[in-house]
């Protein structure tokens, strides 16, 4: 028996970052080691994206609980990886889907898919001796520090409907030294903008991820704000700190158009490329993830056409971490970059796959959290593993979401001059 051979699969339901049930799964190793991990839960999902397990059972957590995914862990899913080896991430994550036997997930559900296979890094790392991010890298050489992109300011379904229609205003500092600095410049402006919204008579609650949550008039006026935020904590805004947007465009398009609720309009996809345009030309923004519709095709054709040689522009619902919509999106031209989020798809080998055909192909691949998360960085690791620069993981409060830049702040002092901070150059335009 190999010492990385699954002695034991344990799971049970905790609750995520906005009081939802979620599946957390404990694995113990025959040499003794144990790892857990935990699947997030998204709130802005994609239709394309591989299933999560929800009970059906209407009276417990109004049928939101994952005892139905407990179950399966600790009984088929603990059956069926018998003799299975942690420390072959590829075989093990392919007796996985072997188990589930759909093309969505939809049986066994890509959350307790996840939790087991980000439990199987985690122990074969730990069984090994080495930093999960170390076990996880491959080729040597290809790890780095992310850039933080860090949302401070909430809309959209993040902040209930009731700010901005864009659902995240990120603020991306790659003009920082190293990732320590970085966040940093990022606490600091997130603090600065506390203070502006409070000056101005805005509420300073804040949405899901921990950004601020404005009852603003415009989607652009929440630019201003960070823009003369980024300058009170002493940043030059485009220099050192740059502008991203996720308006995750699928939440507000409705009956073939774009329905911007807080300006009281509606606009087609060409209309929506023209604003982008104007905002690019008016902010220091780099990044817009999601900015047309998760089926608009040739909308995104159209906004690559246009945007695609200075901004980065990211598929979230349109790709969902999914390859053979990845190689669609690079066939038509629509969009330059991927988000990545496993548990859009479910294992860690395909997760790894989809970073792998982005960055082949010269695209981007920004890894992501999830609007519901809990305490585990396996996300952090992941992306310095693939060197894939930048990491969205929300403000830099809230510990769920600060709990994945407190971990990159240890890689960061652990590795030492071996990781370079990947900065400006981690975006593809
Ligand atoms: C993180 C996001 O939100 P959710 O997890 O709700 O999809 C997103 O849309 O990028
Ligand atoms: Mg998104």
Same mark, same amino acid.
């Given at each position: 028996?190999?010492?990385?051979?699954?002695?034991?699969?344990?799971?049970?339901?905790?609750?995520?970052?906005?009081?939802?049930?979620?599946?957390?799964?404990?694995?113990?190793?025959?040499?003794?080691?144990?790892?857990?991990?935990?699947?997030?839960?998204?709130?802005?999902?994609?239709?394309?994206?591989?299933?999560?397990?929800?009970?059906?059972?209407?009276?417990?957590?109004?049928?939101?609980?994952?005892?139905?995914?407990?179950?399966?862990?600790?009984?088929?899913?603990?059956?069926?990886?018998?003799?299975?080896?942690?420390?072959?991430?590829?075989?093990?994550?392919?007796?996985?889907?072997?188990?589930?036997?759909?093309?969505?997930?939809? $049986?066994?559900?890509?959350?307790? @898919?996840?939790?087991?296979?980000? %439990? /199987?890094?985690?122990?074969?790392? *730990?069984?090994? !001796? =080495?930093?999960?991010?170390?076990?996880?890298?491959?080729?040597?050489?290809?790890?780095?520090?992310?850039?933080?992109?860090?949302?401070?300011?909430?809309?959209?379904?993040?902040?209930?409907?009731?700010?901005?229609?864009?659902?995240?205003?990120?603020?991306?500092?790659?003009?920082?030294?190293?990732?320590?600095?970085?966040?940093?410049?990022?606490?600091?402006?997130?603090?600065?903008?506390?203070?502006?919204?409070?000056?101005?008579?805005?509420?300073?609650?804040?949405?899901?991820?921990?950004?601020?949550?404005?009852?603003?008039?415009?989607? $652009?006026?929440?630019?201003?704000? @960070?823009?003369?935020?980024?300058? %009170? /904590?002493?940043?030059?805004?485009? *220099?050192?700190? !740059? =502008?991203?947007?996720?308006?995750?465009?699928?939440?507000?398009?409705?009956?073939?158009?774009?329905?911007?609720?807080?300006?009281?309009?509606?606009?087609?996809?060409?209309?929506?490329?023209?604003?982008?345009?104007?905002?690019?030309?008016?902010?220091?923004?780099?990044?817009?993830?999601?900015?047309?519709?998760?089926?608009?095709?040739?909308?995104?054709?159209?906004?690559?056409?246009?945007?695609?040689?200075?901004?980065?522009?990211?598929?979230?619902?349109?790709?969902?971490?999914?390859?053979?919509?990845?190689?669609?999106?690079?066939?038509?031209?629509?969009?330059?970059?991927?988000?990545?989020?496993?548990?859009?798809?479910?294992?860690?080998?395909?997760?790894?796959?989809?970073?792998?055909?982005?960055?082949?192909?010269?695209?981007?691949?920004?890894?992501?959290?999830?609007?519901?998360?809990?305490?585990?960085?396996?996300?952090?690791?992941?992306?310095?593993?693939?060197?894939?620069?930048?990491?969205?993981?929300?403000?830099?409060?809230?510990?769920?979401?600060?709990?994945?830049?407190?971990?990159?702040?240890?890689?960061?002092?652990?590795?030492?001059?071996?990781?370079?901070?990947?900065?400006?150059?981690?975006?593809?335009?």
């Amino acid at each position: 028996m190999s010492s990385t051979e699954i002695a034991a699969l344990h799971g049970r339901e905790i609750l995520d970052s906005r009081g939802n049930p979620t599946i957390e799964v404990e694995m113990r190793l025959a040499c003794g080691v144990c790892a857990r991990a935990a699947a997030p839960s998204g709130a802005s999902t994609g239709i394309h994206e591989a299933w999560e397990l929800r009970d059906g059972e209407p009276t417990r957590y109004r049928g939101k609980g994952v005892l139905n995914a407990v179950s399966l862990v600790n009984n088929e899913i603990a059956a069926g990886l018998a003799g299975a080896d942690a420390a072959v991430q590829e075989e093990l994550d392919r007796r996985l889907i072997a188990l589930d036997g759909t093309e969505t997930k939809s $049986r066994l559900g890509a959350n307790t @898919i996840l939790a087991v296979s980000i %439990a /199987a890094a985690r122990a074969a790392a *730990a069984a090994k !001796g =080495l930093p999960l991010w170390r076990s996880l890298e491959a080729p040597a050489g290809r790890a780095s520090m992310p850039v933080p992109m860090m949302n401070i300011l909430n809309g959209g379904v993040h902040a209930h409907w009731q700010g901005a229609d864009f659902q995240e205003y990120m603020i991306v500092p790659y003009g920082a030294p190293t990732f320590r600095e970085a966040l940093r410049y990022g606490s600091e402006t997130y603090h600065a903008l506390r203070s502006i919204l409070a000056a101005k008579g805005h509420h300073t609650g804040v949405g899901d991820e921990g950004g601020f949550a404005p009852a603003v008039g415009s989607n $652009r006026e929440p630019l201003d704000l @960070i823009v003369e935020a980024i300058e %009170a /904590a002493g940043y030059r805004p485009g *220099a050192e700190i !740059g =502008l991203a947007l996720d308006p995750a465009s699928s939440g507000f398009f409705e009956d073939g158009a774009y329905r911007l609720k807080t300006e009281g309009r509606s606009l087609s996809a060409g209309e929506m490329v023209d604003y982008y345009a104007d905002l690019a030309a008016a902010y220091p923004i780099i990044v817009i993830e999601d900015g047309l519709a998760e089926d608009d095709w040739d909308g995104w054709q159209m906004l690559t056409a246009r945007l695609g040689d200075h901004l980065e522009l990211v598929g979230d619902d349109l790709f969902v971490t999914n390859v053979a919509r990845i190689q669609e999106g690079i066939r038509q031209g629509a969009a330059n970059a991927v988000l990545i989020k496993p548990n859009q798809i479910g294992t860690v080998t395909e997760t790894v796959a989809a970073v792998d055909l982005a960055q082949g192909n010269g695209w981007g691949a920004m890894v992501s959290h999830r609007s519901g998360e809990t305490v585990d960085t396996f996300i952090a690791d992941l992306c310095v593993a693939l060197g894939t620069g930048h990491l969205k993981t929300g403000a830099p409060a809230r510990g769920e979401r600060v709990e994945k830049y407190n971990q990159l702040l240890r890689i960061e002092e652990e590795a030492g001059s071996s990781l370079t901070f990947a900065g400006r150059n981690a975006f593809v335009r």
